[in-house]
């Protein structure tokens, strides 16, 4: 089946580049130029996957908004920043809205596509044979990578494709300590030590909205991170 990616963007130059670059490598693409125009697209059809620029027209943040009101309409949907702005305060801020990956406009479109693929690579692994690994019980945690689903105490926990991957990496193996690198890998992107952090916090932010004692990750310093055995 055909993948349809939502591609969120005013400047027309730009919207050519990324449409081209995505439909040779056989992707379905959507071309919205402001945050009104791809929020009612997005009400009547979800795209399997969102590309979204940070300056949409005259809204200085409409992407972000964006972001945010499509990740509530789509707890699980793949998003991906493309923006011009790369300070670390606004890749920081696109990740704590539930953004997958966050990238600058000075990326190859070669590196766009391979991202692009990645995040899809891993929505599509619930069409793979059942492995042991794909339900997670330790303590009050449990994960179902074939649904993409998380629960705490059998409380849902929303967690993004990237987080749930990060999450599945420490909970598979409690107590051993993950690098930032090996979580990287098992989430499949390609970010720097501070953007880790930041899915790290998230991570732990949206734990403790539903148990407020929630302590199962644990940084080792220097070294990375570890899920608790106990809890």
């Keep these: 089946m055909v993948k349809k990616v939502a591609l969120v963007e005013d400047e027309p130059s730009l919207q050519v580049n990324y449409r081209e670059a995505l439909e040779r490598h056989g992707f379905q693409v959507s071309v919205y130029s402001n945050r009104p125009?791809?929020?009612?697209?997005?009400e009547n059809q979800l795209p399997d996957l969102a590309i979204i620029d940070v300056?949409?027209?005259?809204?200085?943040?409409g992407g972000f908004e964006l972001c945010r009101q499509?990740?509530?309409?789509?707890?699980?949907l793949p998003?991906?920043?493309l923006t011009a702005l790369d300070?670390?305060?606004d890749t920081i801020s696109g990740l704590r809205l539930g953004a997958d990956d966050y990238l600058t406009k000075d990326i190859s479109l070669a590196h766009l596509v391979a991202r692009v693929v990645a995040l899809f690579r891993r929505v599509d692994a619930h069409n793979q044979p059942d492995l042991?690994?794909?339900?997670?019980?330790t303590g009050k945690l449990q994960l179902d990578m074939k649904r993409m689903a998380a629960t705490w105490a059998n409380i849902p926990v929303a967690l993004s494709v990237t987080e749930l991957w990060m999450v599945h990496s420490l909970a598979l193996?409690?107590?051993?300590?993950?690098?930032?690198?090996?979580?990287?890998?098992?989430?499949?992107?390609?970010?720097?030590?501070?953007?880790v952090t930041s899915h790290v916090?998230?991570?732990r932010r949206k734990f403790l909205a539903v148990d407020g004692q929630f302590d199962q990750i644990e940084t080792a310093y220097g070294m990375g991170y570890r899920w608790l055995a106990a809890g």
């Design 37 to 42: 125009e791809a929020l009612t697209a997005f």
């Design 55 to 61: 300056g949409l027209g005259d809204e200085v943040e």
């Design 70 to 76: 499509l990740r509530a309409m789509a707890p699980v």
């Design 79 to 81: 998003i991906v920043f």
């Design 87 to 89: 300070s670390e305060l």
């Design 132 to 137: 042991p690994e794909d339900i997670v019980n």
């Design 173 to 195: 193996h409690p107590g051993h300590v993950k690098t930032r690198q090996q979580l990287m890998d098992a989430a499949s992107v390609v970010l720097d030590d501070a953007t």
């Design 201 to 203: 916090k998230r991570i």
